[in-house]
């Protein structure tokens, strides 16, 4: 019961309030605020789909929280596959408790039934979530109607989880070494009791995030900024190639996680708290992960879409172009620049790349073959960087969207 209304509370901030679920306190602890996070995530994942399976039984949509009442009972029921009286006697209970549903427990009481009795096959008939507008106009033209049911039932799977070993040769039981030599879990462990946790063999890092560092070749001995570095993933990449790494961010909390992966690894870099338009000098080597919309991360994030909106994508992306330009000064003449985001939008990746070629007439694409990084050739850009889609190696589990590309500067 503790979950549940821990779970309704969730909802209510990310559908009502617009706050990510990141900056939710969880009304709960221990294992029930474990539950109450999984069930939130769930029910976001699959909100569209809950809607559909419930809108025969309405006249018209319920008012939020009595909707988001439903919408867990749907889930539980149809996702989780919990037993159904329990299931329906725990929620109307709750709709009772709040006054602001408790005229509606009998509605909750009879749709849930219904549920319990027809839902297994009106689940099996709906539509999986629908990616929200702004995000399907980005991506219509370039992938079509295919590609985005594509990318929507790979969203209504949860994300692996994926590690990025200090060794190559590191193993760790069920986990699966993918192609790119991140290892992937699909039993999600605590992270924190697999083996070689504490003394720092691996880090969290999925597996499209760990590719960026990849683009940039040998880094044996050679000065790299990781620009904009927060959580740390890349910083510790280039550390154990072998790089002179510095990691930088605008984030001094951010900047905290960064220093404790280092300790817990035991690998070493230059750590600077700045505005990365302040930062001077000259590298062999930029790794700039730029601030984007993130949209590549919604099957993790599935709170995203309900809180962020179209209007951010202008903002971002001359940030973007202006980050893409500042570090572009700090490379060496012949070094090299890897500029990635984890975005769906072609704005904020084959695009960037495409103009700053055309503002820059010194600066010209290192073309990647990605089967040389273990991946497949569908995952290559017409202008020679990497696209992958969440629906790539979906009988592998997916990947995050990413995009990345190497620059060389003359």
């Given at each position: 019961?503790?979950?549940?209304?821990?779970?309704?509370?969730?909802?209510?901030?990310?559908?009502?309030?617009?706050?990510?679920?990141?900056?939710?306190?969880?009304?709960?602890?221990?294992?029930?605020?474990?539950?109450?996070t999984?069930?939130?995530?769930?029910?976001?994942?699959?909100?569209?789909?809950?809607?559909?399976v419930?809108?025969?039984?309405?006249?018209?949509?319920?008012?939020?929280?009595?909707?988001?009442?439903?919408?867990?009972?749907?889930?539980?029921?149809?996702?989780?596959?919990?037993e159904?009286?329990?299931?329906?006697?725990?929620?109307?209970?709750?709709?009772?408790?709040?006054?602001?549903?408790?005229?509606?427990?009998?509605?909750?009481?009879?749709?849930?039934?219904?549920?319990?009795?027809?839902?297994?096959?009106?689940?099996?008939?709906a539509?999986?979530?629908?990616?929200?507008?702004?995000?399907?106009?980005?991506?219509?033209?370039?992938?079509?109607a295919?590609?985005i049911?594509?990318?929507?039932?790979a969203?209504?799977?949860?994300?692996?989880?994926?590690?990025?070993?200090?060794?190559?040769?590191?193993?760790?039981?069920?986990?699966?070494?993918?192609?790119?030599?991140?290892?992937?879990l699909?039993?999600?462990?605590?992270?924190?009791?697999?083996?070689?946790?504490d003394?720092?063999?691996?880090?969290?890092?999925?597996?499209?995030?760990?590719?960026?560092?990849?683009?940039?070749g040998?880094?044996?001995?050679?000065?790299?900024?990781?620009?904009?570095?927060?959580?740390?993933?890349?910083?510790?990449?280039?550390?154990?190639?072998?790089?002179?790494?510095?990691a930088?961010?605008?984030?001094?909390?951010?900047?905290?996680r960064?220093?404790?992966?280092?300790?817990?690894?035991?690998?070493?870099a230059?750590?600077?708290?700045?505005?990365?338009?302040?930062?001077?000098?000259?590298y062999?080597?930029?790794?700039?992960d730029?601030?984007?919309?993130a949209?590549g991360?919604?099957?993790?994030?599935?709170?995203?879409?309900?809180?962020?909106?179209?209007?951010?994508?202008?903002?971002?992306?001359?940030?973007?172009?202006?980050?893409?330009?500042?570090?572009?000064?700090?490379?060496?003449?012949?070094?090299?620049?890897?500029?990635?985001?984890?975005?769906?939008?072609?704005?904020?990746?084959?695009?960037?790349?495409?103009?700053?070629?055309?503002?820059?007439?010194?600066?010209?694409?290192?073309?990647?073959?990605?089967?040389?990084?273990?991946?497949?050739?569908?995952?290559?850009?017409?202008?020679?960087?990497?696209?992958?889609?969440?629906s790539?190696?979906?009988?592998?589990?997916?990947?995050?969207?990413f995009?990345?590309?190497?620059?060389?500067?003359?």
């Amino acid at each position: 019961m503790q979950a549940r209304q821990a779970a309704l509370h969730m909802l209510d901030a990310v559908l009502g309030e617009k706050r990510m679920l990141a900056h939710v306190k969880v009304p709960a602890k221990g294992a029930e605020a474990a539950r109450a996070t999984r069930l939130t995530t769930t029910v976001l994942r699959h909100l569209g789909t809950a809607d559909a399976v419930i809108a025969p039984y309405l006249s018209r949509k319920a008012q939020p929280p009595v909707q988001n009442i439903l919408r867990l009972g749907v889930v539980e029921l149809c996702v989780n596959q919990e037993e159904g009286f329990g299931v329906t006697d725990a929620l109307v209970s709750i709709a009772k408790s709040n006054p602001r549903t408790r005229r509606a427990a009998g509605l909750v009481n009879a749709v849930l039934r219904k549920i319990v009795t027809d839902g297994a096959e009106a689940w099996a008939a709906a539509p999986p979530t629908r990616l929200a507008p702004w995000i399907d106009k980005a991506l219509r033209k370039r992938i079509g109607a295919d590609g985005i049911r594509a990318i929507e039932r790979a969203h209504a799977i949860p994300a692996p989880l994926d590690i990025t070993p200090r060794d190559p040769a590191l193993t760790i039981p069920d986990a699966e070494t993918l192609p790119t030599g991140s290892l992937r879990l699909h039993n999600h462990p605590q992270v924190t009791a697999l083996p070689g946790y504490d003394t720092g063999a691996f880090w969290v890092q999925d597996a499209a995030a760990a590719l960026p560092v990849k683009l940039l070749g040998d880094v044996s001995g050679k000065t790299v900024l990781d620009l904009c570095a927060a959580p740390g993933g890349k910083t510790m990449q280039l550390a154990v190639a072998g790089a002179d790494v510095t990691a930088l961010d605008l984030s001094e909390p951010r900047m905290k996680r960064v220093r404790e992966n280092l300790d817990r690894t035991g690998l070493q870099a230059k750590l600077v708290t700045q505005d990365a338009f302040d930062h001077k000098g000259q590298y062999d080597a930029v790794l700039l992960d730029a601030p984007c919309t993130a949209t590549g991360t919604l099957r993790r994030h599935p709170d995203l879409p309900f809180v962020k909106h179209g209007g951010e994508v202008e903002p971002l992306t001359k940030l973007q172009m202006r980050l893409l330009d500042h570090a572009l000064t700090l490379v060496k003449p012949g070094g090299t620049l890897v500029y990635c985001t984890c975005s769906l939008l072609p704005v904020e990746g084959e695009f960037q790349i495409t103009a700053a070629l055309k503002r820059h007439p010194n600066l010209e694409i290192i073309p990647t073959a990605p089967t040389t990084l273990g991946g497949d050739p569908d995952w290559a850009s017409a202008e020679g960087g990497l696209r992958l889609w969440p629906s790539f190696w979906a009988d592998k589990g997916g990947l995050d969207g990413f995009y990345m590309a190497a620059l060389r500067v003359g």
